[in-house]
């Protein structure tokens, strides 16, 4: 598999994908892919009414609104290393997308410095932790970011925050509109994504994800 676009954009689409089996053997060949807590590999995501969300969800703060980029797993020790998504049903709403390094490219020196000195509280309920937003993995460096989970716990934090919650939010010029026979792959520690804004008259949609390590 060329990885290139993957490890310089941040993503890359992969065609020819329209089953949970194909979707597990894409995951196999970029590494081991991570079960969810109840035992499923693939997990499917369907929209929620806010009142039915597990609290603290981004279905229980959004609602049927767009989620604001973010990076997912944010609250383990070391975030996932790729996510893939596959969409089916109603499509319309598209998943946003963006790679961190594009998302700060116009931050002055400031933010930079704040950002690697910064300190963040992480809310996993009774194992919350201290970290930082940027980490190394053996050879390779991440980041982690996400408004909802990451509380700042210093000053450089408190500034990162500032600077970057409206960018998460803000509207989104880079987004995947699915198709039943396409998937994505994110490398979660240089790229952030989202949710769309809903359509109208909104039916299901359902989004495949598997995370791998």
């Known amino acids: 598999m060329d990885l290139t676009e993957l490890n310089t954009r941040g993503w890359m689409l992969v065609d020819g994908i329209s089953s949970q089996a194909d979707i597990l053997e894409l995951g196999k060949a970029l590494g081991?892919?991570?079960?969810t807590p109840n035992g499923v590999l693939v997990k499917e995501i369907r929209r929620v009414p806010r009142n039915e969300a597990p609290p603290g969800s981004q279905s229980a703060i959004y609602g049927a609104g767009p989620f604001p980029l973010h990076t997912d797993t944010v609250f383990w020790p070391l975030?996932?290393?790729?996510?893939?998504?596959?969409?089916?049903?109603?499509?319309r709403r598209p998943t946003t997308v963006k790679s961190f390094s594009e998302l700060v490219?116009?931050?002055?020196?400031?933010?930079?410095?704040?950002?690697?000195d910064s300190v963040w509280l992480v809310r996993a309920g009774s194992k919350s932790f201290y970290c930082s937003m940027q980490?190394?993995?053996n050879d390779s460096h991440g980041w982690r970011y996400d408004a909802d989970l990451m509380t700042p716990a210093n000053y450089a934090a408190l500034h990162v925050d500032k600077v970057l919650r409206p960018l998460v939010t803000s509207e989104v010029d880079?987004?995947?509109?699915?198709?039943?026979?396409?998937?994505?792959?994110?490398s979660n520690w240089t790229a952030l994504h989202g949710r769309g804004p809903q359509p109208s008259d909104e039916g299901i949609r359902v989004i495949e994800r598997l995370y791998v390590r």
């Open 135 to 137: 980490f190394r993995h």
């Open 79 to 91: 975030p996932v290393r790729y996510v893939i998504l596959r969409g089916y049903g109603d499509t």
């Open 105 to 116: 490219r116009n931050c002055d020196t400031q933010f930079h410095v704040c950002a690697r």
């Open 174 to 186: 880079e987004s995947i509109t699915w198709s039943g026979d396409k998937a994505v792959v994110f």
């Open 32 to 35: 081991s892919p991570v079960r």
